[in-house]
């Protein structure tokens, strides 16, 4: 074949390809070309600057950001929310929480086991899973409820709403996240139906769980649990934020005190084995909660702002 035919027939293979939506057994079949030379023409074609693929990105995504997360933090996925500056701290956890919902929305699966914990972001999620595919799934709390904070934000009205959405089972926790004594946890946890739960934590398999600000920060929400004396000591074990009640440091090192033996959540080191545990965070406080999250690998995808995603990306840059 002369060199212009052999041009010719990459144009039209281009073509039939690019332009006219034909799929490679198409092309293959209308040209008498094996399939597997078609592929090897179309990558040819790239390569010789024939066919040039842009993609426009600049319709509001944070592609290159995302990225750089994913590699700074051994993340499986980041997903960065387009939130202003200007916008209200509610306005942004609403944001992050419709983010994490289109991800459960894209990965939950028949036959799932769907844990959550609670907060003010977590409840963003709730409301935004309008028109989801039903899925025959378990929803499930990993931490007991927040004392006498706001309904809306009891893990067990999360669970409710997006297993109601998803059209599949909810179960929940008939207690508080941190109670008052080793002993009334252990006869919580010993208890018939707790042992259902225990199961069910076991079998997870996608987690959606909110990060926790350091101890010092002003919207700190764990003033009712904690005493003077438990937050001194957590201080002294230099905890930076927490999942599901559970305190862990800068390098993502679980902190152990006396209070985890009064916590009733899950084992966070579970969550490391799930194909998708989903951080939802935001804010300036929040940055070295986060890096600690993935650092101890209890997330493996992360959802946040702008913002946010900068800081953290400057911090874990300056640690290196």
Not at 133 to 159: C, E, Q, W
Not at 242 to 256: M, T
Request: with cysteine.
């Amino acid at each position: 074949m002369e060199m212009r035919d052999d041009k010719r027939l990459l144009i039209k293979v281009c073509k039939m390809y690019y332009e006219e939506d034909m799929t490679q057994s198409q092309i293959a079949k209308a040209t008498g070309i094996y399939r597997t030379t078609v592929g090897r023409m179309l990558k040819k074609a790239r390569e010789a600057g024939i066919v040039k693929i842009t993609i426009d990105d600049h319709v509001g995504t944070h592609y290159d950001l995302e990225r750089e997360l994913e590699q700074l933090l051994g993340l499986k996925e980041v997903y960065i929310c387009d939130a202003k500056p200007e916008q209200t701290a509610e306005d942004k956890k609403k944001l992050v929480g419709k983010a994490g919902a289109e991800i459960l929305k894209r990965v939950v699966k028949d036959g799932d086991t769907v844990g959550f914990a609670w907060g003010t972001t977590m409840a963003g999620m709730i409301g935004e899973f309008h028109g989801v595919k039903k899925r025959s799934a378990s929803f499930v709390p990993l931490v007991g409820g927040p004392g006498a904070m706001d309904t809306k934000y009891h893990v067990n009205s999360i669970v409710y709403s997006i297993a109601g959405d998803f059209g599949g089972t909810p179960y929940f926790i008939d207690a508080a996240a941190v109670v008052e004594k080793k002993e009334t946890k252990e006869e919580i946890v010993k208890s018939h139906y707790f042992k259902k739960i225990e199961r069910l934590w076991n079998g997870l398999t996608v987690a959606a769980v909110g990060i926790g600000a350091p101890l010092s920060s002003s919207n700190m929400i764990w003033t009712g649990f904690y005493g003077d004396q438990d937050i001194e000591r957590l201080e002294e074990k230099h905890a930076v934020g927490d999942i599901c009640s559970r305190f862990f440091d800068r390098s993502g090192a679980l902190v152990e005190t006396e209070i985890h033996d009064r916590t009733i959540a899950i084992d966070i080191n579970r969550l490391k084995d799930l194909e998708y545990s989903i951080g939802l965070a935001e804010s300036h406080e929040k940055v070295p909660s986060i890096i600690g999250a993935a650092k101890g690998r209890y997330i493996n995808v992360l959802v946040t702002t702008a913002e946010t995603a900068r800081e953290i990306a400057e911090e874990v840059r300056n640690q290196s």
